[in-house]
């Protein structure tokens, strides 16, 4: 009976740490080249997972057409599903402003990781979060070394 009480407050308090991650989906995306923006479209969903409890700024990407996409392909990696997912860590917030809608941008510089067994890839990302009223309304996202390109995404909760 002791172990069973044990498993379930075990449960209990894992499922209080997931509940807290925010999870959204991105709604519309935008690509700018040139400084022009236009749609564009990924197969599957976009998806930004932001835990409270880690430093502010850092969250978790998945997607792997995008991804694969925003690092040009460079990781090289010996197994290609390591581009499903990056983790946007060490982040360093570089400004916060708040607009006329209320709306909070707080844009952050930091490494995107891909790491999965022996295949790891970073590079140096620069990514703003809007939020309103503690919910994430979209998120802008470019390399620190540009390559021209800058995303911009509208999100909903998952």
Do not use: C
């Not at 991650?21 to 236009?38: G, R, Y």
């Not at 360093?92 to 995107?112: A, F, I, M």
């Not at 590079?123 to 919910?135: G, H, P, R, S, Y």
């Amino acid at each position: 009976m002791k172990k069973f009480y044990t498993l379930f407050l075990l449960l209990f308090f894992a499922s209080g740490i997931y509940a807290q991650i925010k999870t959204v989906v991105v709604d519309k995306a935008w690509i700018s080249e040139a400084e022009e923006w236009s749609d564009f479209t990924y197969s599957g969903k976009i998806v930004f997972s932001i835990n409270p409890n880690d430093a502010p700024g850092t969250l978790s990407i998945g997607n792997y057409d995008f991804l694969y996409d925003f690092v040009d392909g460079k990781g090289k990696f010996a197994n290609k599903a390591t581009y499903s997912s990056a983790q946007f860590l060490n982040p360093r917030k570089v400004s916060v402003t708040t607009d006329k809608q209320g709306v909070l941008n707080s844009t952050y510089e930091g490494t995107l990781t891909f790491q999965s067994d022996r295949d790891y890839y970073s590079v140096v990302a620069v990514i703003t979060i809007l939020e309103k009223n503690d919910f994430v309304l979209g998120v802008k996202m470019r390399l620190k070394e540009s390559n021209g390109k800058e995303y911009a995404f509208s999100t909903k909760p998952s």
